[in-house]
């Protein structure tokens, strides 16, 4: 059931369960992003017109080598001149608001020295699943909160967030009693 406020209970396991329902969202993205990011291939929302962009001649050269992976996030990205860009689609799960905030992280990743390719891919997910869950109402409905934990339990791990929050808290029934005197 929804409690407002982007939580939710839940039995999960047959135990009662607090959930962060913005969290739960990050980690159901993180491991799409990370999917796609790893071979598999994303649609892209198109854009009725296309967004165009001044990037530095770095951060131009830096997106340039990161074609093929965002392309695999959902971003369709045609090159001009002068360091111009124009985004053709984008993830769907992002709003054109968030556009350029989530290109400049996912530059400031692509740029920092990571050891692994599969660091780098983490890194990459963590930002758009951060940036895609920031839309996740503070109310949904029953049917909409069961996807979701479902989607959730289908990850595997539903302890915690990308960034290492906890999604869930668990309720025991002592505590519950002990609220109520």
Not at 48 to 65: I, M, N, V
């Amino acid at each position: 059931m929804s409690l407002g406020g982007g939580l939710a209970l839940a039995l999960l396991e047959g135990r009662p369960m607090l959930i962060d329902l913005r969290r739960a969202r990050e980690r159901v993205l993180y491991a799409e992003y990370l999917a796609q990011l790893s071979g598999g291939e994303a649609v892209g929302q198109q854009l009725l017109f296309p967004e165009q962009l001044t990037l530095s001649h770095e951060e131009y050269r830096l997106l340039e080598e990161q074609e093929v992976a965002m392309a695999s996030l959902g971003f369709d990205l045609r090159f001009g001149e002068a360091g111009r860009i124009e985004v053709h689609a984008m993830p769907a799960n992002l709003s054109l608001d968030q556009l350029e905030g989530v290109l400049y992280e996912l530059l400031q990743s692509f740029a920092e020295a990571i050891d692994t390719e599969q660091a780098q891919r983490e890194k990459a997910a963590r930002v758009l699943a951060v940036s895609g869950a920031k839309s996740t109402p503070k109310w949904l409905a029953v049917e909409q909160i069961e996807a979701l934990l479902a989607q959730l339990v289908a990850t595997g791990a539903y302890s915690f967030s990308p960034t290492g929050k906890a999604i869930l808290a668990e309720l025991s029934v002592e505590e519950l009693r002990e609220k109520l005197g």
